[in-house]
C-alpha cells in the first residue's frame, strides 16, 4: 500500500473521530506540532505524542478532522487541506475550523505531523518546501 493510500485510511478513521488506529504509522522519532488557544505544542517521540494526545482528547467529547484534498509534495511529504470538528466537554463550545496538515514520511511511517492554522504556506514551509 502507498503512503498516499495509508494516510487516506488513517484520515478516514479521524472522520469517524476514530484516533486509536494508525498508530503503527507513527515512527518512534515523530515530531509532531500543533497551535491551541494556549499556543504552539510540540511533541516528539511516541511517547510525549501520547502524552499530549490523552491531554488534548480529554477535553473533548467529540473530535474529527474532515479531510478534502490530500497533496503530495514529493519525497515523502505531503500536506492535507481539512476541517477541525468538536465539542468541547466542558465549554460545550462547537467549533468548526480549517487547518493545513503537514506530514512527512520515511519508509512508510510519519515522522512529521504539523497542525497548521495559518494556511498552505506555513504547512508546506514546515516541510521544507
Do not use: K
Not at 1 to 20: H, I, K, P, T, Y
Not at 60 to 87: K, P
Amino acid at each position: 500500500m502507498s503512503d498516499s493510500d495509508q494516510l487516506r485510511e488513517l484520515f478516514a478513521a479521524w472522520e469517524r473521530g476514530d484516533f486509536s488506529t494508525g498508530g503503527e504509522l507513527y515512527a518512534e522519532d515523530i515530531r509532531f506540532t500543533a497551535t491551541q488557544p494556549e499556543g504552539q505544542i510540540e511533541a516528539r517521540g511516541m511517547a510525549e505524542l501520547g502524552r499530549f494526545l490523552q491531554r488534548f482528547f480529554a477535553d473533548w467529547e467529540r473530535y474529527r478532522v474532515e479531510l478534502h484534498e490530500l497533496e503530495e509534495l514529493g519525497v515523502g511529504r505531503y500536506v492535507a487541506r481539512a476541517t477541525q470538528h468538536g465539542i468541547g466537554r466542558t465549554s460545550r463550545m462547537d467549533i468548526t475550523a480549517p487547518v493545513h496538515v503537514a506530514i512527512a514520511m520515511r519508509d512508510g511511517r510519519i515522522v512529521q505531523l504539523e497542525f497548521h492554522l495559518h494556511g498552505r504556506e506555513d504547512a508546506v514551509a514546515s516541510l521544507g518546501g
